[in-house]
């Protein structure tokens, strides 16, 4: 019988360690919440080792942080092959994995951190360097869906809807969080639902934005993701009360 020898790790081996069992207890419970000695006994080492890689919490929690922005950034990325519909399904799809998982995390990502002590330089730059992190995420976002349209340069009205699309996922993703009470299935469709809706509004304003909305829509299938929304929606049609037409002039 031989027994096993645990090898040991270098500095950035060790330091990406704590930085996965961080994201992970992070993902689960407040930040505020897990201490350094649960960080610790978690990564199988002692707490004044935790100490030698990251100063603080707060720098551990800024490193997690900076993983789970990069992770949910990735979320996003999808080949630009077959009907727009179903590639923003999938990519919402990843999207509402990374929320489930990492519940806790996405929160305090999304809404700018723990609390940090009021005043001072630390603080500051703490909220400045997560503020920075969420706008990284946003961005990157922002270009895929571009990436996915096959725009280089988007219009005034193109990048406000995309950049609305992107807010109103965020913020369905944190309101779902608190309870679930809508299968989530239902809001990943209907989130790409949501963007064919803006889309199709700020056509109304805009040829520029009609032109697209009509090359998008000349490629997808019926029974892709917004051609059941057309189904959808010609199911109300019936019970929708007649505008007189001088009310349409």
């Given at each position: ?7 040991r790790?270098?500095?950035e ?15 689960h ?25 990251f100063?603080?919490?707060?720098s ?9 922005a ?15 519909g ?26 700018g951190g ?17 503020n ?17 349209l ?5 219009s ?14 965020e ?31 700020s056509?109304a304003?805009?040829?520029e ?9 000349v ?9 059941d ?7 109300l049609?019936p ?10 002039r």
């Amino acid at each position: 019988m031989t027994t096993g020898v645990r090898r040991r790790m270098d500095v950035e081996e060790r330091r990406q360690q704590l930085i996965r069992v961080a994201l992970e207890l992070f993902s689960h419970r407040s930040p505020d919440d897990v201490s350094i000695d649960e960080i610790a006994a978690a990564a199988g080492i002692s707490r004044p080792l935790v100490y030698h890689y990251f100063p603080g919490k707060q720098s551990l929690y800024e490193a997690a942080l900076r993983r789970a922005a990069d992770e949910l950034a990735g979320r996003f990325r999808e080949p630009p092959e077959g009907p727009l519909g179903a590639r923003l399904l999938r990519v919402m799809g990843r999207f509402f994995d990374f929320v489930d998982d990492h519940g806790a995390g996405f929160s305090a990502l999304m809404r700018g951190g723990p609390a940090v002590p009021a005043g001072g330089a630390c603080s500051r730059n703490a909220l400045s360097a997560t503020n920075a992190m969420i706008d990284d995420v946003r961005q990157a976002a922002y270009e895929q869906i571009l990436t996915h349209l096959g725009i280089d340069t988007p219009s005034p009205r193109l990048e406000l809807v995309v950049r609305s699309w992107v807010s109103l996922a965020e913020s369905t993703a944190l309101i779902w969080l608190d309870g679930r009470r809508i299968p989530r299935g239902e809001l990943e469709l209907q989130l790409v639902h949501d963007f064919a809706a803006l889309c199709a509004v700020s056509a109304a304003y805009d040829e520029e934005m009609a032109d697209i909305l009509i090359r998008v829509l000349v490629d997808e299938p019926a029974d892709g993701p917004f051609g059941d929304l057309v189904g959808r929606l010609m199911t109300l049609t019936p019970s929708l009360p007649e505008v007189p037409a001088q009310r349409l002039r």
